[in-house]
């Protein structure tokens, strides 16, 4: 018989799809009976995690999640579900879990209906792997039968979706029929006549805004979790994605996404070829002639030439930011007549997302001069790539010196103290379990001093990790990275005029900030 002691968590699932079809019970159920099975084994009863109404097919569940820092974290080392199905049904997923993770961290798991013990060598351990197919096939049925259903009505020329597309709304009678949304639709209107006027989808972005007409999102009231400020601008994807659609000439267009799998959220776009698109199937809003009118511009826009391509080899190109809204900096070039040197190109730069949103007061314009940006940075670089240079040659005196060996010695120390202190913890776990076993405490009682010594040795652990890491860096000083960064140093202080690689080998980004200020960031820190 194994004598470790086994502190239980038990794992409660019931998702939708379950309760509907009666196949897993409640969740009261669910704990009646593995609070039986741990009573009828004398084990110790830690905590429970519940997922109630989420689907067995992700793993990434709150509950779920909880249980495995507490297993991390040695709170708990016994799993106890109802059934396999019960911890989850993706076969991949669960067969990490029972047959690598469990494991490798100390964790026996008990599916109590199935029979399943990881610490025995029952037959039905054998199973455990039809088991998980199985619970796995039980899901992909079902994801099957109701895509299929989904399919039919889609085809039939039936609205399938939880919003109907802009311009439309869904009919009050049959939630599978879309009606016009007049409101919308003149918005509609006026996007296609504007763009077929020769507007670009920028200036069309910068009319809606400016008048604040709500866009799609807005207007369906959708919540997609848009931290940007700005929420209520057009966005130049948003107009082309109007523009391009077939709905507003009757047809309507749905499969245009589709999920990787049904064991996942995750949409990608489908292949236009793939698109189920039925005929006069819902009502019109623009005529053939402008809507064929508008992709011919958008044909003829795709053969535009390019600029030419001096800004494309910029050394900092890609590295510079705006400080003040996180994104970009666009470059262009302009050819000047001067007195000295007759004509020259000069490169220019601004925030993108106030080029692109100027009317809109999004950002300021923080123009720069690129050569100006180019030189102060490399000059900066140069600096610092010197001091890492000579920081690092003395690094075998630093080694020797008294200072570094009186903070190992700290480090030490300290470290054994702390391994004391948990020792000693230990013994007051176990003398609480003994006080538990003979009465003398209740259940309730031993589960929070538990959780207190644990608390307090996993303080213990952490700042013992954090010491081991500080001797780590004082005995090895990170060697490895330091001679990689040391050689890309050394080479970019020899070279007259580095590449771009080299620089973004060095440099993690460059902002500049509303005052033309330079602020650098660099893959690699002084010792």
């Given amino acids: ?171 009050t009678e049959d939630k599978h029929k879309l009606i016009i949304n007049e409101e919308e639709a003149e918005v509609v209107k006026r996007i296609f006549n504007m763009f077929a006027k020769g507007y670009s989808l920028s200036s069309i972005c910068d009319i809606l805004t400016n008048e604040k007409i709500p866009t799609p999102s807005i207007s369906k009231n959708m919540n997609i979790g848009q931290t940007n400020l700005h929420y209520g601008v057009w966005a130049t994807r948003t107009v082309s994605d109007i523009l391009k659609s077939p709905n507003y000439i009757g047809n309507l267009t749905q499969c245009k996404q589709k999920k990787i799998s049904y064991k996942s959220k995750k949409r990608i776009h489908n292949r236009k070829d793939n698109w189920i698109i039925v005929e006069n199937a819902i009502p019109r809003i623009i005529d053939d002639d402008l809507f064929n009118l508008v992709q011919d511009i958008f044909n003829s826009n795709k053969n535009r030439g390019k600029g030419n391509g001096i800004t ?5 190109r890609g590295l510079i930011y705006c400080k003040e809204c996180g994104h970009t900096f666009g470059f262009r070039a302009q050819e000047q007549n001067t ?14 997302y106030w080029a692109k949103r100027k009317k809109q007061n999004v950002c300021t314009p923080h123009s720069v001069k690129y050569n100006e940006i180019e030189d102060a940075v490399i000059y900066e670089l140069k600096n610092m790539c010197q001091k890492y240079v000579d920081l690092n040659n003395l690094e075998d005196s630093l080694k020797k010196s008294n200072k570094i060996q009186s903070k190992k010695d700290k480090c030490n120390i300290e470290i054994l103290k702390l391994e004391n202190s948990n020792k000693m913890l230990n013994k007051k776990i176990d003398a609480c379990y003994n006080d538990k076993l003979e009465g003398n405490i209740t259940l309730d009682m031993y589960k929070r001093a538990y959780n207190n010594f644990i608390n307090e040795i996993k303080e213990n652990e952490n700042k013992i990790n954090e010491y081991k890491k500080e001797l780590y860096n004082i005995e090895n000083n990170n060697q490895v990275n330091e001679k990689n960064f040391l050689k890309k140093i050394e080479e970019f202080l020899e070279l007259k005029n580095p590449s771009r690689s080299l620089v973004a080998s060095l440099i993690d980004r460059i902002e500049i900030t509303e005052d033309n200020n330079i602020d650098i960031y660099y893959k690699f820190k002084l010792v």
């Fill in 312 to 316: 494309d080899k910029l050394l900092l």
């Fill in 1 to 171: 018989m194994n004598e470790l002691e086994y502190r239980v968590g038990i794992y409660l699932r019931l998702s939708r799809e379950d309760e509907r079809l009666g196949e897993s019970g409640s969740i009261s159920t669910q704990r009646d009976l593995l609070l039986n099975y741990i009573r009828d084994n004398n084990l110790i009863f830690v905590d429970e995690y519940v997922d109630d109404g989420v689907s067995g097919t992700t793993f990434d569940r709150a509950g779920f999640n909880r249980m495995i820092k507490d297993c991390e974290e040695k709170k708990i080392n016994m799993i106890i579900t109802k059934d396999t199905s019960r911890l989850g049904r993706d076969h991949i997923e669960f067969g990490y879990y029972v047959e690598r993770y469990f494991p490798e961290h100390g964790i026996r798991y008990v599916a109590v209906n199935d029979g399943i013990d990881t610490e025995s060598n029952s037959s039905a351990n054998d199973m455990l792997v039809f088991k998980s197919a199985f619970n796995d096939m039980y899901v992909k049925d079902i994801s099957n039968k109701q895509r299929s259903a989904l399919y039919v009505k889609k085809r039939n020329g039936q609205f399938v979706g939880a919003y109907a597309p802009y311009g439309y709304n869904k009919s």
């Fill in 339 to 352: 007195k000295k040197y007759g004509k020259v190109t000069r490169i220019y730069g601004n925030c993108n």
